[in-house]
C-alpha cells in the first residue's frame, strides 16, 4: 500500500510529507522517519493517510492504550 506520511521536525517545526509504498503502516513510518533522518530531519509522524484518504492508526497508540 502506498501511505502519505505527514509530519514536522522537531528541531524546527516546519512541515514534511513524503509518500511510502510498504506493507503496513509501522513499515511506513519506519521507512518515512529514515529518509527525514538522511535529510538532516527529526521527523514526528502526525498521521499516516492510506489508501481512500483514510487516516491510519498508528499501532504504537493501540499498545498504549491497552497497557494502560
Request: aromatic letters at 2%; charged letters at 20%.
Amino acid at each position: 500500500m502506498v501511505c502519505l506520511i505527514v509530519g514536522l521536525d522537531r528541531r524546527t517545526l516546519s512541515p514534511w510529507h513524503t509518500n511510502v509504498a510498504a506493507e503496513d503502516v509501522t513499515r511506513a513510518m519506519t521507512v518515512a522517519r529514515s529518509r527525514a533522518r538522511r535529510l538532516g530531519i527529526d521527523l514526528v509522524v502526525a498521521a499516516a493517510i492510506g489508501p481512500c484518504s483514510n487516516v491510519l492508526p498508528d499501532p504504537a497508540d493501540r499498545l498504549a492504550t491497552h497497557a494502560a
